[in-house]
């Protein structure tokens, strides 16, 4: 350190990490929200988060995070924006920086013990803490606007699944109702599927093929937009 820097010359806000978790839960895109059991705002529900450690990087903290919540490590996270309004916390001046998640459902093994935990879907949320319902718009319409040009939504279904699965996943997210034929012709020639050569009986026609996203189709996402 410098011999004339003095840090103790420098307001240091706190920084936090919260995380929007999605999946889809019975057919529903939901949110996972945590219930705060001290002030301030104790008794509201909000998004899972923590305070930033001294030896550990943004990225770390939002996977501690959404560990300590899911039992879940290895999913899909990507940093969304960073909220600092002077005013956000009552307790002091704290910067939070927002990721977003997102988890397949069946993946979630375990929530931290003494914590009480609920997947709330999107059209009925509670009233949330600090400017954690703003962070969470947000965060929807970033999984929204990035659906039309990359495979994020791949990332909440299951490692195989038929057309009609993902054509109701996107349905879902998007809440619209999409065109089945032109759903499936832009999908299948965008190239970014696979079949698994197994088939899945789905009502009374005909088992349908089972499809995964090919891991090695990012560049051919990128140079496609797959919904106008």
Do not use: C
Not at 47 to 71: C, I, Q
Not at 90 to 113: C, G, H, K, N
Not at 156 to 161: G, T
């Amino acid at each position: 350190m410098p011999e004339n820097y003095d840090p103790s010359l420098f307001e240091r806000p706190s920084v936090t990490v919260d995380v929007v978790i999605f999946s889809l839960v019975e057919d529903d895109l939901r949110a996972l929200l945590v219930k705060r059991e001290s002030p301030p705002f104790a008794g509201m529900w909000a998004l899972p988060g923590t305070f930033v450690r001294l030896d550990e990087s943004l990225a770390d903290t939002a996977v501690r995070a959404l560990t300590n919540k899911t039992g879940v490590r290895d999913v899909y996270t990507e940093q969304l924006y960073t909220f600092g309004r002077p005013d956000r916390d009552p307790r002091a001046r704290v910067i939070t920086v927002a990721y977003f998640a997102l988890i397949p459902y069946d993946s979630v093994v375990q929530q931290t013990e003494g914590e009480t935990t609920e997947w709330f879907s999107l059209t009925q949320l509670p009233d949330l803490a600090f400017d954690h319902a703003e962070i969470l718009a947000y965060a929807l319409t970033r999984l929204r606007y990035k659906l039309e040009y990359t495979a994020v939504g791949f990332q909440l279904l299951p490692d195989v699944f038929t057309l009609s699965e993902l054509q109701k996943a996107y349905e879902i997210i998007l809440d619209e109702k999409l065109d089945k034929r032109n759903f499936r012709r832009k999908i299948l020639t965008a190239d970014i599927l696979e079949e698994t050569g197994e088939k899945k009986k789905e009502g009374e026609g005909r088992p349908a093929k089972l499809y995964r996203y090919r891991k090695d189709a990012i560049a051919e996402v990128k140079t496609r937009r797959l919904f106008p």
